[in-house]
C-alpha cells in the first residue's frame, strides 16, 4: 500500500464542558492536523493521488475552524471540539472528498507539542 500524508496549521479557541479542570475554561491552542490516505494503484504518472489536491482539501476543511470559537461551529455545538473530536470532524469530511482508490488511513491533531489524538476510523 502507498501512504500519503500532509499537515496544516490553525488557531483557535474552545473550552471543554463538563471537564474538572483546567481545560473547562476557554483557552486556545497552535493546532496541527495530519492527514493520512492510503491506496494500492498509482495512476499513469506515478502517483496515488495528486498532494496539492490533498492539501487544499485539508485547507479547506480547517478554514472554518481557524480563528474561531470552536464550541460555535456546526459539528461541535453539542460535542465538545476535543482533539479527538477534531480529528474524527476532518476524517468524516475528508473521506468524501477522495478520489476512488484512495481511503482514508488516521487524522492527527496536535493540541501542543507534546499532545497529539489519533483518529483512524
Ligand atoms: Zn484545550
Redesign the pocket.
Known sequence: MYRLSVHDYFSSA?Q?KGYRGK?EGV?G?NWKVEVEVGGETLDDVGLLMDFSILKKNLRNLIEPLDHVMLNDVDGFRDRNPSSEHIARHIFDRMSEMLPAGVSMITVTVW?SENAKAVYSG
Open positions: 474552545h471543554l481545560c483557552h491552542h493540541e
